[in-house]
């Protein structure tokens, strides 16, 4: 019997994304460490090579990790297609994603030739192979076509980061000679790699999600079908002309704050939701960003106007990136191992009532304490970035924030394998 | 004239509809309620399915020859989706909150799959395939 007959099914092997998944709060928790044992000086500057190596924990080893193994699961289920050999291209990508990230890391902190060598050569094939293998995909005619659109545009801004990225670490031990525009190549790498692949990837798998998970209506047309591409070209812009651009992207996560707030409004399932709380959580701190950017300076106590780029940047990444990325885990999580295993059932039908529903596998309550802890982390990063004698409470709170999501992840995959092997038993008798 | 994937989208919207009725109402405990919205779900979700089952998929099956292919995909998840009725059922008689808000959360999360599967290919497919399709829907839409 052909199952397989809708593409729709052609998901990948779950081990795989789940590797990319328990990878992500490991590497927090190694940040924490990092936090700890770096002291105030990690906070007195984004140029410290402390906090350079913590910017890129957070962003290659949390999300970026995440946002590569959910795309994994979410190009079949909204773009009908899956990629070519995915246990192959999961495995090349994912190891060397662990050693680049760990080799960079370690160059910030004791810089050396040998380690800024393997670090490009590691994140180099990982991130390479990866865009290679998606850009195949993403390059045909697909379904669903806003979320796609996003995308394309969003693997197209992790290419560039990937480049400046390169362009960056070649000029640190000579191999190019980009003195002159050296920081100008540092801020357009941050701001795609925050803006053109975090967040533009986020924008489009909501315009997907929310009306799925929540039963809410679909965003407004002229959100979905222009606010990504306009996104990604002020971003083409922003290279040129930073200065003049910055407000306008900041503006556009405004409006996408507000459309998303007035969605979520709409849905229909009221009942409460972590991974809801995680949206609002996001979509308030845009508007609150929007609102701390345009302000003017005077009006800003000297304390908060010294570390202005570096508290946006870092709500940016903690309040907006990696809530909505936490909520999503609350979600994808269960809804993974139910899916999966809810096919392994199809031509075995009664082996479906061994299947735990869904709060089996990850419990409503847990979800809640991670927003709660979340939530805090959260504020003590802010104050820490005022108040860098603060530090070892941040650690600790990423310490237990992070290890907490380690858990549920290990829960929730203990509990597929287990449901998996009674399955397969039953299969057998 | 409604074409089949305009009128099989709007059962589904419909059908969630009721289905999160019902789900507030137990969230809040109104049990009565909650049974009220429930049953006029899962009548919807009988004729829904029975529309495709008896009517549908053997119109597309005989057109285009396709009888172990995406229709028969769907059929084993409507007989999934039944047993989780049914196990919702069971939740809702015995009045275990807990137990039908886990569940809930599965269907839902089922049907959206299924649902999007059904709306992105086959009612596409068969719109293009089903020459009489039009007067298939005049025929629910009179029932």
């Known amino acids: 019997m052909n199952i397989n007959g809708l593409s729709f099914n052609a998901l990948p092997p779950i081990d795989l994304p789940f590797r990319f998944f328990i990878t992500a709060p490991i590497f927090i928790i190694l940040c924490a460490f990092l936090i700890l ?39 079949p289920v909204i773009g009908g297609v899956g990629i070519a050999r995915p246990r192959l291209v999961v495995s090349v990508c994912h190891s060397t994603l662990i050693i680049g990230i ?115 209506p679909s965003f407004p047309k002229l ?52 991974t809801i709380r995680f949206w ?59 899916t999966h295993l809810q096919q392994k059932c199809l031509v075995n039908f009664s082996a479906m009532q061994t299947i735990p ?27 820490t970035l005022v108040i860098p004698s603060t530090y070892w409470l941040l650690s600790l709170l990423l310490l237990i924030e992070f290890s907490w999501l380690l858990y549920l992840m290990i829960k929730v995959m203990r509990l597929y394998f287990l449901t998996l092997t009674k399955i397969n038993l039953s299969v057998n008798e | 004239m409604t074409s089949i994937p305009e009128f099989m989208t709007t059962k589904h919207r419909e059908c969630d509809e009721l289905f999160t009725e019902a789900e507030a109402a137990v969230a809040k405990v109104d049990w009565s309620l909650a049974l009220t919205k429930w049953q006029s779900f899962a009548v919807e979700l009988s004729k829904h399915f029975s529309q495709e089952e008896d009517i549908l998929f053997p119109k597309f099956e005989q057109a285009t020859g396709m009888t172990s292919g995406p229709t028969q995909v769907m059929r084993m998840e409507h007989q ?40 992105m290919m086959l009612y596409p497919m068969m719109e293009k395939n089903v020459a009489d399709g039009e007067q298939i829907i005049a025929q629910f839409q009179a029932s």
């Open chain 1, 37 to 75: 044992f770096s002291g105030e000086t990690l906070w007195v500057s984004r140029w410290q090579p402390s906090m350079l190596a913590l910017t890129h924990g957070f962003t290659l080893g949390f999300l970026t990790m995440v946002m590569m193994g959910a795309l994994l699961q979410l190009l």
């Open chain 1, 102 to 216: 760990l080799c960079l890391m370690a160059n910030f902190i004791w810089p050396s030739k040998l380690l800024t060598i393997s670090s490009l050569i590691f994140l180099v094939c990982s991130i390479g192979v990866y865009i290679l293998t998606f850009t195949w995909v993403l390059v045909k005619k697909l379904s669903q076509g806003d979320s796609i659109i996003g995308f394309r545009l969003a693997m197209s801004a992790l290419f560039i980061v990937l480049l400046l990225g390169v362009g960056l670490l070649s000029q640190s031990i000579g191999f190019l000679s980009v003195n002159s525009i050296g920081k100008m190549l540092t801020n357009s790498h941050a701001l795609f790699g925050l803006v053109g692949w975090g967040s533009l990837l986020i924008i489009s798998v909501s315009f997907q999600v929310i009306s799925m998970f929540h039963v809410a």
């Open chain 1, 223 to 274: 959100i979905s079908r222009y606010l990504p591409s306009s996104l990604f070209f002020l971003l083409i812009f922003s290279i040129f002309q930073p200065v003049f651009v910055v407000p306008f992207i900041i503006l556009i996560h405004g409006v996408f704050a507000l459309s998303l707030l007035l969605v979520i409004s709409k849905r229909k399932r009221k009942i409460p939701d972590s």
């Open chain 1, 280 to 338: 609002q959580l996001a979509a308030l701190t845009l508007i609150v960003l929007n609102i701390f950017y345009f302000t003017p300076d005077k009006f800003l106590p000297s304390f908060i106007r010294q570390q202005k780029t570096l508290l946006i940047t870092a709500v940016y990444l903690y309040f907006y990136l990696v809530a909505v990325i936490q909520g999503m885990l609350l979600k994808i999580l269960p809804f993974l191992s139910y």
């Open chain 1, 357 to 383: 529903h869904m709060h089996k596998f990850l419990n409503k309550k847990h979800g809640q304490w991670l927003f709660y802890l979340h939530f805090m982390t959260g504020i003590v990063l802010f104050y």
């Open chain 2, 80 to 119: 999934q989706i039944r047993a989780l009725v049914q196990d919702l059922d069971n939740a809702l008689a015995a009045q275990n909150k807990d137990e039908y808000l886990g569940l809930s959360e599965t269907l839902m999360v089922m049907m959206q799959q299924h649902n999007m599967k059904e709306e």
